[in-house]
């Protein structure tokens, strides 16, 4: 707009020139939904929210670690070893490793909720739940769904609902993995009921991938996963019955009990929270949510209920940790609970907190008469015992009144003087729950010393919990893939296609298929539901050996660097062409978007990612009235822009031709 000159003097115009350009977005951000040992961030939970992450580090600070995984190892009649199989189900962890190593970088994490206690707890609905969340999510670009292989009926129905959900969002594909096959009579069988089970929907953004990978990622495998059975009979055998020496029977006397003291706090938290699921500080928030309700309320009778609330968590927390302090431990262990619970106890801020509290019960107790702390409660006897002294009543008699009265000097009524109560309450239950995690870390690195000293002096355990490893590392392939896209993105380029690239962390597919097995995988005659091979090649490892799409039979979207590239433009031209919403549609506006998405396909051109000698040759760009629009998508504010493109394909199929040819001198 011309400015209106008024005044005589100089006056300087910026005339912009050069069109806007188009940033290209990312394209290998996967996410991983699944089930995660835990799912806070400063307190706040993490459930079914899309978490985007940088590294393993930080997973695990935000989610936790690895599931306990159960391995059953058979031995024959004289204690040989035969064979082992894992027990666990939950490939989240192992997966986002599988990513890392294979050079993945950023990605999503939904978990779904807490590593369930048994494979009949992996629940599709859980799963799905988590797969909408991410519909929310614009970043992602590439969904997997490491525990779908596990769910009661096979994973097709949430492979469907991620194709669907890549089809609806045209900025994502999805990775999906076959049930477990060891032999190539089962993955015929199991590729054959993915096909069956798949459907024929949405199947361009979708690749599968099979078999299972036998990887070589670090384990940790304890006494207590290890579950030995006799071959052929299926009968349990004791760890204990392989041994006579007496110092490693009473190191395994200690590691049991260890395990013991572990399995109790377990047991304790989650009686005291009130379901698995939950932890003692989701208790305590509950406590301090009911109170706020209840706050409304102005009889004393609510206001002490709800107070209750605190210091009952209190109490139970620390009757707990006194059922394990009074445990009669062999005066030879080598599990060192009690003192680590004697030495927390030296801080006085338990102790304190605590006595503060009870001090606040004396004081509103007086009048009006807000039950604060239930002295007939056994756990408070218990609580103060642990504390070191005789009973509840001991405790009482040691606090002084005068220590908290002035807290109340302006508590003028019920509700005032019960929220300075709340306070001395909500912090005793802090410290409390402090000394339960204590005493919970502390008992898991014993029993983690405990058996490391175990694979030192018992050899017998070290071999089979050795062995026992390798089954743990038969893992879907789906994370390992995941982390070549990334690197082939980075190193490449989307247009690049994911495959004749080598596995890291990775010994061997755990089937191994022949050149000519293979032909049927990768070519399905029937619907085109390809199914990329990961085989072993002598002195190359094991490489992803196919990369299409399951539209396998489609021209156009045969295979997964096509398709992802046409993601990849799609979303950056879109996000770069939103700025021109509302604009005037005429030809100014059609010259600047048409010079941006050429400069920007010219751009990829000239990196490889679109065949032609020219630019014309690969790619074009038409806008404008008797182009690509009429008058009348003009007046109902249509911009209707057309872009194709030459994209580049793999070769996929090398064919040398060899003749004899005549000698001509």
Known sequence: MATSYKTPGVYVEEIPKFPPS?????????????????????????????????SLAEYEQL?????????????????????SQAGSMLYLF??????YANGGGKCYIVSVGKYPSAPAGILATDIEAGLLELEKEDEPTIILMPEAVSVSGGPYSLQQKALAQSAKLMDRVAICELTSATDATALNAKVTEFRNAIGINDLKYGAAYAPWINANLPRSLRRKNLILKRE??????QLESLTTDTDILNLLADVVLAETTGAALDASEEALSGAPEKTLTDALQQALDNYRLTNDATSEADLGDALKGFTDLTFGILKAVQDINTTLYPATTQFKIIEAITTYLLNPS???????????HLFIDQAPSIELIDTANPDFDSSAILLGYANGAALLADVALGDVAADYTNANTNKLRADVARDAAYIASGNAIAIFRHVEKSTDEFEKSLNSALQVSFGKFKELTTKGAEALNLLPPGGAVAGVYAKTDNERGVWKAPANVSLSAVISPAVKISHEQQAEYNVDVNAGKSVNIIRAFTGKGTLIWGARTLAGNDNEWRYVNVRRFFNFVEESVKKATEQFVFESNDANTWVKVQAMIENFLNTLWRQGALQGVKP??????????GKTMTALDILEGRMIIEIGMAAVRPAEFIILRFSHKMAES
């Open 616 to 625: 014309e040759h690969a790619f074009y760009v038409a806008v404008g009235i």
């Open 350 to 360: 338990l102790r304190d907190s605590i006595r503060r509290l009870a001090a606040h």
């Open 63 to 83: 989610f936790g670690g690895p599931p306990s995984q159960d391995v059953e190892v058979f031995l024959d009649g004289d204690n040989n070893f035969v064979r």
């Open 22 to 54: 188009i940033a290209p977005v990312e394209t290998a951000i996967p996410a991983f939904v699944g089930y995660t040992e835990k799912a806070v961030r400063n307190g706040e939970t993490l459930l079914k929210k899309p978490t985007r992450i940088e």
């Open 232 to 237: 052929g009979t299926n009968s349990d055998i």
């Open 94 to 99: 192992d997966s986002l490793r599988l990513f």
